[in-house]
């Protein structure tokens, strides 16, 4: 990875998974499949979405992994163990870093393929920017549900 864009862009997805591990390490086995009057969902939830979102675009499309998502399951509920999740996680890490090391800097301007329609069009730079956007929203909403579950 020799690219000033492409290293700054691991390095960002890499700290932003590991700040949704920390979350889910946080919360209990007990509120992680929970939510709050007014939050539509859990915080396994969020983080499975997080897991299929970034498994989808990055290690799929763009790294050719075999990844399969399935989008509607992502949102339907989920009772898995805390230690499934976490390794979820690890594996997204894992499938993220091995895609990125796989792009070229001339493919950043090429356009992103299977895209949500909004963003048809653009480069597979902005939509790494969006994707780590995305994660570090949902991963700021996490926290938030998990302070409010635990009191804390």
């Known amino acids: 990875m020799e690219n000033a864009f492409l290293s700054d862009i691991s390095e960002i997805l890499h700290r932003d ?14 509120n992680l499949w929970k939510s709050h009057p007014g939050i539509i969902n859990s915080a396994g939830t969020i983080a499975y979405h997080l897991c299929g979102n970034l498994r989808y675009f990055i290690g ?23 230690e499934i999740l976490i390794q979820e996680i690890r ?45 570090s929203r ?3 909403q996490l926290n938030y549900l998990r302070r409010i579950l635990e009191n804390k």
């Open 138 to 140: 949902h991963t700021g």
């Open 17 to 30: 998974v590991e700040a949704l591990m920390n979350e889910v390490h946080l919360i209990s086995e007990e």
């Open 91 to 135: 594996d997204t890490q894992l499938s993220v870093r091995n895609a990125l090391m796989k792009i070229t800097p001339q493919q950043l301007l090429n356009p992103m393929p299977d895209t949500p329609p909004q963003h048809k069009g653009r480069s597979i730079q902005f939509f790494l920017i969006q994707l780590s956007c995305h994660l």
């Open 60 to 82: 799929e499309v763009l790294g050719n992994d075999g990844y399969v998502r399935d989008k509607i399951k992502e949102f339907e509920p989920q009772y898995f163990t805390k």
